[in-house]
């Protein structure tokens, strides 16, 4: 079964510091991976995703995520962030041959603070 | 301008009674998804469809009723409302499985 693991809730961070969001999914042979942001009170925009080709991806924002097929990984990571970052990220995976089901993770609560 | 349309935005009903939550895309696109999102669960499909007259279960199905009759519509029904169904719901689009889903804004849903 399709599964997706954002084992942090939340990561709080200071203004211009980098920062990492962990994503891990379940094995499978080919996989679509999504990275999704949810500012409070709207619906989720799409960041990044990766299809296939190269394993680093960008997205908006400044932000990158980065696939690692041996790990099973796919995390997020920006340089530098702002308190306009502060924000609910998600992340999911999508199986070929699984048409429409696009499985998320639990989110990540990121704080961005002075 | 492109986007997903759900109403309404915030419903308070009562155990039982019958409802329907619409969405709508402006976008063309086949696929269409109702997904829940409760703390600390994150987002879960409750059902999809790939094209008109054509929907499948997702992860949580039981308690709802979904329709695809029309290309641009999916409403979601809550035949029997009951407040374990207390969330907030999102609907999605999207061309397919390669561009992921354009989400609207959300219902926020309580069933007393």
């Known amino acids: 079964a399709q599964s997706v693991t954002q084992l942090d809730s939340q990561v709080p961070v200071f203004e211009e510091a980098p920062v990492e969001l962990r994503c891990n999914y379940s094995?499978?042979?080919?996989?679509?991976l999504f990275w999704y942001v949810q500012y409070p009170n709207q619906g989720l925009q799409l960041l990044l995703k990766?299809?296939?080709?190269?394993?680093l991806v960008k997205g908006i924002n400044g932000f990158e995520a980065e696939f690692n097929k041996s790990q099973t990984s796919f995390h997020l990571r920006k340089p530098s962030v702002h308190i306009s970052d502060t924000a609910e990220y998600f992340c999911?995976?999508?199986?070929?041959?699984?048409?429409?089901?696009?499985?998320f993770g639990t989110g990540t609560r990121l704080q961005v603070t002075l | 301008e492109a986007q997903v349309t759900q109403n309404p935005r915030y419903l308070i009903t009562v155990t039982g009674k019958k409802l329907t939550v619409t969405c709508s895309q402006n976008m063309n696109h086949e696929y269409m998804s109702w997904y829940r999102q409760d703390p600390g669960l994150g987002l879960r499909q409750i059902y999809y469809s790939m094209n008109v007259e054509v929907t499948d279960k997702g992860d949580v199905p039981e308690g709802y009723k979904v329709s695809r009759k029309e290309k641009r519509n999916f409403p979601l029904i809550l035949e029997s409302p009951s407040p374990n169904q207390t969330s907030l719901y999102f609907c999605a689009s999207s061309y397919g499985q390669l561009y992921g889903y354009t989400f609207g804004s959300g219902t926020r849903l309580t069933v007393v």
């Open positions: 990766y299809l296939s080709g190269s394993t």
């Open positions: 999911a995976v999508s199986y070929t041959g699984t048409a429409s089901k696009l499985t």
């Open positions: 094995s499978s042979v080919s996989v679509y």
